[in-house]
């Protein structure tokens, strides 16, 4: 009887890791395992193969009846999460007073705080067990190894069902519960986020995330639990594949660009942009032109292009809303230079890779990450794989787009040449590997 791996969250459009068990689940179903994917309804198609693929009616989370409120008048969407509503009422707001912005801000936190524990997406909990439920009745559970993902309403669920049904769990953290570098409530909340997230996987076989120094974290909370890491990965036959682009001349005569690109959110308490954007304003100045072109992919627009007038800027960036990962990675490949702001948590390792750097790894362009804390595990991927330069300050920052410059005349394109034998170690099919590892006879 083949073993069946059973993932439940929500992972699709491209959200909190989603892409890295729909490109990890593909694996191993061919390696012969029955695969199975419980998930919030779909927003975009997916060829789910020989995946079974269940989708799980889904109410909305706790700002969905606002958000139906809000949505004539601000233009918000009632689907995805409360950062659009958020986002979109305080830059409404913030026109009229910045006083009155701080207050929405304040609210939206406090209620989402009070009302959104343990999760904004806790009005999917009684579908989500009373499907899961009705699979694990008619299933062997022993022969079943279920993997929890995001929404943390994913994990109470199956941590309840764990009580009555004799399946394999493991419990996986692309991001940290009531341990993540980024958490965004008070003390209190903590408080009891820790104790129902100690509750909840206490009956875990055991617990996975993405970094080391993330699974130290956990290791220390949940003492005697069996706590390992495994990378997002990158697709290596996508890596592999050959792309036939037609190879750029420098002139200085047509005010040749450097494309810059950056893809996903901002954190601005935690990243620091300014010491990217001062850098480019010195370049800018030194070379009486404005060479390099940036692209943001992002929905945080108003942080950055506050930065970007700030820093005189306005002519050299663009923000632009968040695209499907297929056509952002294929504006990837064209550009010359791909943007990371690095995470300094009060000047401590935070452990955080995000997972668009797995993807600027299949563009093959060179990677600069501006800002962070030496000695962080992204540092480690960086630099053991060779695929670009860590800047942590404006002056080193400064220095490296210069020589990219002079490299740029002389070469025309950048090119990145990495170190294979590293890079493959966070290859998907090594986290499959690393993966299988891990799970029962």
Known sequence: MKKKIVFVGNYWPYVFGGTRIFRVAPILSRLGYEVHVFSMPLEQKFNSGDITLYQVPYKGDIFSFYRRIFKKMLGVSQVGS????????????????????????????????????????????????????????????????????????????????RKKFNFFWIADFVDLWSQNHNYPYSYVRKYFDERLEKKTLQNADYIMTTSEIWADKLRELHSGKLVYSMPHGFDETLYKQVDHKPKKSFSADQRDEIKVIYAGRLYPEMQDLSIFFEALSRMHTAHNNPLFKVEFYSPDKKEINRLAKFYGLQNSVKVFDTIPRDDLLEKMKISDLLLVIGVNVNGKISGSIPSKIYDYIIAKKPILIAGGVAGDEIENLVNKSELGTISLSVKECENYLSSFI???????????HPNLEELMKFSQSSQVKRFLSLLPE
């Open 82 to 161: 409360n950062i659009g509503l958020k986002d979109a009422v305080l830059e409404k707001s913030s026109k009229k007073s910045k006083l009155f912005e701080k207050f929405l801000s304040k609210v939206f936190s406090l209620y989402q705080e009070i009302f959104g524990f343990p999760d904004t997406e806790k009005k999917w909990k009684n579908n989500l067990k009373d499907e899961l439920k009705s699979f694990l009745e008619k299933n062997d559970c022993k022969e079943i190894i279920l993997v929890s993902e995001y929404p943390i309403i994913s994990h109470v669920v199956v941590s309840e069902l």
């Open 406 to 416: 002079d490299d740029y005349k002389k070469n025309s394109l950048v090119q990145v």
